[in-house]
């Protein structure tokens, strides 16, 4: 079984930064993808930003240039830098781990921007 706790949500400024962080634990193979996903208040969930375990990344344009995603493979986290936060990145972010056929997920952190 595999586990995924997110933190580093929280109350921000506009133009502020947070980080996130998601920590997996359990039976995680070595060759897998990490993923944040956002999900404002009546609206589908979307991805924000992928990394593989090979370190190749991808954005969404929306955050492209704000935000930067890594990870540590020797701790199984995957991190989100998000700088220039905007009111429209508010939104409950979770965390995906997705490895062979199989996906997990994250209970959630909330981001709230102020304007």
């Known amino acids: 079984q595999v586990q995924l706790v997110e933190s580093g949500g929280g109350l921000v400024q506009a133009g502020g930064s947070l980080r996130l962080s998601c920590a997996a634990s359990?039976?995680?193979?070595?060759?897998?993808?990490m993923y944040w996903y956002r999900q404002a208040p009546g609206k589908q969930r979307q991805l924000v930003a992928l990394?593989?375990?090979?370190?190749?990344?991808n954005y969404a344009d929306s955050v492209k240039g704000r935000f930067t995603i890594s990870r540590d493979n020797a701790k199984n986290t995957a991190y989100l830098q998000m700088n220039n936060l905007k009111p429209e990145d508010t939104a409950v972010y979770y965390c995906?781990?997705?490895?062979?056929?199989?996906?997990?997920w994250g209970q959630g952190t909330q981001v709230t921007v102020s304007s």
């Open positions: 995906k781990l997705a490895m062979r056929s199989y996906n997990f």
């Open positions: 359990g039976s995680i193979f070595s060759t897998n993808v």
């Open positions: 990394i593989t375990s090979g370190g190749i990344t």
